[in-house]
């Protein structure tokens, strides 16, 4: 009797889950989960630790001012390594005569479980941005800045081992927009709160972006003796990107923490009930607060979790938990 009572309760727990996939697969080919995330990510904004940096930069002939915001959230971490505030990620934010620039970079977590500071390199990286940009002679792109740095932060030796993205952002003062994005960060240009620029993201694969590593000459030489290989991109593999900016328009750059939870649709309303960004600095704090809620809710249908999907053809919902940084510039 017992085993007869047990093996309805199973019968019946299978149907139930049989019936929930169907009804999953069912409401995400119908499109639900995308109309979905619209809804969620019109709520409220929960609270969330974070750090913040606001500023006025510049003014071109053309009258042209940048103003610039930052807000960060670190992911919680049982076993933390990184020393910087900002988890794996960083940022810089830097203007001399050549105009603003600005930048964020992803530190690549997996060296963390090998015991290294997997937020060394992108802070090493953002602090030697910021200064050549501040020191810049002429107007160097993006692309040339970001060689510069990348090749101090090997010279210096500070870093050991480590890999990051990175995508770099110069404002002219006369409006001219020029990027350089290596790897999964992401740069985008809304107007009158819609999407009118974006960078594409560098990966070899699903979830392995594009990077710029620093890999210790033996542990190079076991790789090759393995068969292993390291990912070792160069600052000449980033893709460069030029755009004219008018007065109203909002530049951000964000690391996947966001991009891997939210779509540009969702940061156009965001955008659009936020006034434009009116109050860039606390619109820019709510932003990151809101998507750090959002990668922490099991139920919401991340832009990962979709990825997920396409990849494996299984269902997948949910957040995708990760350090968050965006730095906003308003074209006023």
Not at 120 to 126: G, K, Y
Request: with cysteine; aromatic share 8%; glycine share 12%.
């Amino acid at each position: 009797m017992f085993v007869g009572v047990g093996a309805g309760r199973l019968g019946r727990g299978m149907l139930v889950a049989v019936i929930a996939v169907m009804c999953h697969l069912i409401l995400t080919q119908a499109g639900f989960y995308q109309s979905a995330a619209r809804r969620f990510f019109t709520r409220q904004a929960g609270t969330a630790s974070y750090g913040a940096y606001a500023g006025w930069h510049g003014q071109g002939s053309d009258g042209l001012t940048y103003q610039t915001a930052v807000a960060f959230n670190a992911k919680e971490r049982q076993d933390k390594k990184e020393s910087s505030v900002t988890g794996e990620d960083n940022y810089f934010v830097g203007s001399g005569s050549s105009g603003l620039y600005v930048g964020v970079a992803d530190g690549v977590g997996g060296w963390a479980a090998h015991g290294y500071d997997s937020s060394a390199i992108s802070r090493e990286l953002c602090a030697s941005l910021q200064e050549y940009a501040e020191r810049a002679l002429g107007s160097p792109g993006p692309k040339e800045l970001l060689r510069q740095a990348y090749g101090k932060v090997r010279k210096d030796g500070i870093v050991k081992v480590g890999g990051t993205t990175a995508v770099v952002a110069q404002l002219r003062p006369g409006g001219q927009l020029r990027v350089a994005n290596l790897g999964d960060s992401w740069c985008g240009v809304f107007r009158e709160s819609k999407l009118v620029f974006e960078t594409a993201v560098q990966t070899l694969a699903f979830n392995t972006p594009y990077q710029l590593s620093i890999i210790p000459e033996h542990m190079l030489a076991e790789a090759a003796r393995t068969g292993r290989s390291y990912i070792l991109n160069t600052p000449e593999d980033a893709d460069e990107y030029e755009f004219m900016l008018q007065r109203g328009d909002i530049v951000m750059l964000a690391t996947d923490g966001v991009t891997d939870n939210v779509a540009p649709e969702d940061i156009e309303m965001f955008i659009r009930d936020h006034g434009n960004m009116k109050d860039l600095q606390a619109a820019t704090e709510e932003l990151v607060s809101e998507v750090a809620r959002l990668s922490k809710d099991p139920n919401f249908p991340s832009i990962f979790a979709q990825e997920l999907q396409k990849l494996t053809g299984e269902p997948h919902i949910g957040g995708k938990v990760d350090d968050i940084t965006v730095v906003m510039v308003k074209v006023d």
